[in-house]
């Protein structure tokens, strides 16, 4: 709940008018304060703040109003601050509207300057290691108040009483004492006081919270919790009697047709259980087609699809003790923790065979691909091995860069950038009546060559070992310029040993199939596959209903080929460019020789990459270049 109320806050507070400046302050001052505070404390990862850089735009963590004259946000979570929290400093970006310092290590004291900028409206300073008191000068403009998971003692101050914006407040796990303050607070959604050394009566105006708000507080007593000693117990214990004897009688005047009621009842309720579980059985059966489920499962699928906003469910198998191992590889510059990405609004973009891939926009905004893995069987020690490879080898244009991961026993993560939402396959089969323009040939060959680029990378950039595994269209991400990024690679083989879904075989080489080990030579395979649908149009993949799609691509190209139809195969969108036919029968012998049977006539990456180079590179030209070793195209196309 606390996460909506927060997000329909932070959503808000973008249309609210901004304070007029103050005292002449103004960007160059609010950033020298923060290159005050930067250098006050030693910092684990390097936060990006320089001198000579916009403090708007190039800064990390800060974000500034629309006239670009103030800083009205500073989000620095998990960043590894670690030491005082500095005062006097902070207190100077007097237009600062929310701060968010949360799972650092800050220790000392909450300064009072930070706490009474006029103009906060959030302040987030969880899971510190923060102490003393808290400040009695709180701003009266303040919505929402996280210090939780730190070490504050002393009351909870009064001035709480006073401020009628606050819609949530969290202080659990501090050593707060002393009495709960009677909030009159119209506006509070959200209440944690749990896990203090809090003691006295919980206030009436506080009894709407649920028993959760006031765990672990020895000396807290009444409602919602155990009644306070020497009190009389609230009325539901003096009532009974009469209750009781009415209740009675209408029981013995009616028992019967209660009893039948309740019979008839609950064979209705078995009745509806057993057809929903027919349902759903029905619609996990279908949710095993890939394309189906990326095209049409958008918005909140996650939660069975209700319709309201709840957590992802990636976040289920999350221990709450482990919620901030979240691994970054270095060199990343994100700005959030597990606990960010439990909390923010995730999509479903598609699943497939080794689980489901969710868009996550998070809180400040950042987007990032989470991909929930099924199935793993690889141990810690493996997982994280493979990790660190996939990492290294994402250092290369062509592919999607793996930024975090997380595993658990019950639940393992990955973190990607979000490129954009386009795949391969989405725009060769995407909705043609959607006004979408088809692929012309030139970015045709450029994302074939983008993408046998970088698979070659892949294959020789680990010690020569490093396999795919899953080359597919759905795989291959396209960037707003139409080049190639290659995704979900190397994880075949964490994964237990897959059975091919039908529909999914399209991909695969023919020993793949049967020893089911995928090796370099069997992504050759499923490359030359993407390589034919480029050329046909048609997807490789079984789809009743749909009449673009061939179950065993490379089997129908060489019947077509055999028949000597060889330009009937190509789509019909590239038949409308007659010129580019050479080019596309020196594409097709490409891809008929990497779908080879055996996989010892297949090519290695790195050919295929130089052979399309050359297609490049005569197609550039004014002259079509016929080398010698052109042979007849017939000859080529192998028929086996
Ligand atoms: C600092 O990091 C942010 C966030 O990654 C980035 O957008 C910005 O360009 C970086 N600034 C500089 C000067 O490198
Ligand atoms: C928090 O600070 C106390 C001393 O103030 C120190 O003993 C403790 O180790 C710190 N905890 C963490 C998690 O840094
Ligand atoms: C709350 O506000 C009232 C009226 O503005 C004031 O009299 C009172 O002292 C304030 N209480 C605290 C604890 O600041
Ligand atoms: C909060 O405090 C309770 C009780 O001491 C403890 O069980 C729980 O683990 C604490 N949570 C965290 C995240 O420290
Ligand atoms: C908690 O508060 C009680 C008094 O309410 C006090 O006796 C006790 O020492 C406190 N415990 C801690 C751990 O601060
Ligand atoms: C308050 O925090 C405690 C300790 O982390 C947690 O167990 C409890 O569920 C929280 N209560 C609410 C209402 O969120």
Same mark, same amino acid.
């Given at each position: 709940?606390?996460?909506?109320?927060?997000?329909?806050?932070?959503?808000?507070?973008?249309?609210?008018?901004?304070?007029?400046?103050?005292?002449?302050?103004?960007? +160059?001052?609010?950033?020298?304060?923060?290159?005050?505070?930067?250098?006050?404390?030693?910092?684990?990862?390097? /936060?990006?703040?320089?001198?000579?850089?916009?403090?708007?735009?190039?800064?990390?963590?800060?974000?500034?109003? $629309?006239?670009?004259?103030?800083?009205?946000?500073?989000?620095?979570?998990?960043?590894?601050?670690?030491?005082?929290?500095?005062?006097?400093?902070?207190?100077?970006?007097?237009?600062?509207?929310?701060?968010?310092?949360?799972?650092?290590?800050?220790?000392?004291?909450?300064?009072?300057?930070?706490?009474?900028?006029?103009? =906060?409206?959030?302040?987030? =300073?969880?899971?510190? +290691?923060?102490?003393?008191?808290? $400040?009695?000068?709180?701003?009266? +403009?303040?919505?929402?108040?996280?210090?939780?998971?730190?070490?504050?003692?002393?009351? /909870?101050?009064?001035?709480?009483?006073?401020?009628?914006?606050?819609?949530?407040?969290?202080?659990?796990?501090?050593?707060?004492?002393?009495?709960?303050?009677? =909030?009159?607070?119209?506006?509070?959604?959200?209440?944690?006081?749990?896990?203090?050394?809090?003691?006295?009566?919980?206030?009436?105006?506080?009894?709407?919270? $649920?028993?959760?708000?006031?765990?672990?507080?020895?000396?807290?007593?009444?409602?919602?919790?155990?009644?306070?000693?020497?009190?009389?117990?609230? $009325?539901?214990?003096?009532?009974?009697?009469?209750?009781?004897?009415?209740?009675?009688?209408?029981?013995?005047?009616?028992?019967?047709?209660?009893?039948?009621?309740?019979?008839?009842?609950?064979?209705?309720?078995?009745?509806? =259980? /057993?057809? /929903?579980?027919?349902?759903?059985?029905?619609?996990?059966?279908?949710?095993?087609?890939?394309?189906?489920?990326?095209?049409?499962?958008?918005?909140?699928?996650?939660?069975?699809?209700?319709?309201?906003?709840s957590k992802p469910e990636y976040s289920s198998g999350v221990q709450e003790a482990e919620r901030n191992k979240l691994v970054f590889f270095e060199g990343c510059s994100y700005n959030f923790d597990l606990e960010d990405l439990l909390r923010a609004s995730a999509e479903v973009l598609g699943k497939g065979s080794y689980g489901t891939t969710y868009k996550a926009v998070l809180e400040d905004g950042t987007t990032v691909v989470v991909k929930r893995l099924k199935e793993v069987v690889a141990g810690k020690k493996e997982f994280e091995q493979q990790m660190e490879i996939i990492d290294r080898l994402g250092q290369h244009q062509g592919v999607v860069p793996l930024r975090a991961f997380y595993y658990s026993k019950d639940e393992k993560l990955l973190v990607y950038d979000y490129v954009t939402p386009g795949s391969l396959s989405a725009a060769l089969h995407g909705n043609k009546s959607a006004g979408r323009a088809p692929l012309d040939w030139e970015t045709r060959v450029k994302i074939s060559l983008g993408a046998a680029r970088a698979i070659a990378h892949l294959h020789t950039g680990a010690g020569g070992k490093f396999i795919h595994g899953n080359i597919k269209s759905n795989n291959i991400i396209l960037s707003r310029e139409l080049n190639a990024c290659v995704s979900d690679f190397g994880l075949a083989q964490l994964m237990a040993t897959p059975h091919f879904h039908p529909r999914l075989v399209g991909y695969r080489a023919p020993e793949v199939l049967e020893a089911k080990k995928p090796t370099q030579k069997s992504d050759v395979y499923s490359f030359g596959v993407l390589l034919l649908e480029m050329l046909t149009g048609k997807a490789p993949l079984r789809s009743p209903g749909r009449d673009d799609s061939i179950e065993h691509l490379p089997r129908w190209v060489q019947s077509v080929v055999r028949e000597e139809w060889t330009s009937e195969v190509f789509d019909v969108d590239l038949q409308r460019h007659p010129n580019t036919e050479d080019e596309m029968v020196q594409l097709l012998q490409v891809a008929m020789a990497c779908v080879a049977v055996h996989p010892d006539q297949r090519p290695r990456m790195e050919q295929v990459v130089r052979r399309i180079e050359e297609i490049r590179s005569s197609g550039s030209g004014t002259t079509t270049r016929t080398s010698p070793e052109d042979k007849p195209r017939e000859e080529h196309i192998q028929i086996t």
């Open positions: 709940m606390q996460h909506l109320l927060l997000i329909a806050f932070l959503s808000a507070s973008l249309f609210l008018p901004y304070p007029p400046c103050v005292r002449g302050a103004d960007l +160059n001052s609010d950033k020298q304060a923060l290159l005050a505070f930067a250098s006050s404390l030693p910092r684990a990862r390097k /936060i990006n703040w320089t001198l000579t850089t916009q403090v708007c735009t190039s800064w990390v963590g800060v974000t500034c109003t $629309p006239d670009g004259k103030r800083v009205r946000m500073l989000r620095l979570p998990a960043v590894g601050l670690f030491g005082p929290m500095p005062s006097n400093i902070l207190g100077k970006l007097d237009a600062l509207e929310v701060l968010s310092l949360r799972s650092n290590r800050l220790t000392v004291s909450l300064p009072p300057d930070v706490a009474s900028i006029p103009s =906060l409206h959030s302040l987030y =300073l969880q899971r510190n +290691n923060l102490s003393g008191i808290i $400040p009695t000068s709180l701003s009266s +403009n303040l919505a929402y108040l996280d210090l939780s998971y730190n070490s504050f003692v002393g009351e /909870i101050p009064l001035k709480v009483q006073n401020m009628t914006e606050l819609t949530g407040l969290s202080l659990q796990n501090n050593s707060l004492s002393g009495p709960i303050p009677d =909030l009159h607070l119209p506006k509070l959604r959200y209440l944690n006081l749990s896990y203090n050394n809090l003691s006295g009566p919980i206030p009436a105006s506080l009894q709407k919270f $649920p028993a959760s708000s006031f765990l672990g507080n020895a000396f807290v007593c009444g409602f919602p919790l155990e009644p306070c000693p020497g009190t009389t117990p609230s $009325p539901s214990p003096n009532a009974p009697p009469s209750q009781e004897s009415n209740l009675e009688k209408f029981w013995r005047k009616h028992h019967k047709i209660i009893i039948i009621a309740i019979l008839a009842g609950g064979a209705a309720i078995l009745l509806i =259980l /057993i057809i /929903i579980l027919v349902i759903c059985i029905c619609k996990r059966k279908r949710d095993g087609e890939p394309r189906a489920a990326s095209s049409s499962s958008k918005g909140k699928g996650v939660a069975g699809g209700r319709g309201e906003k």
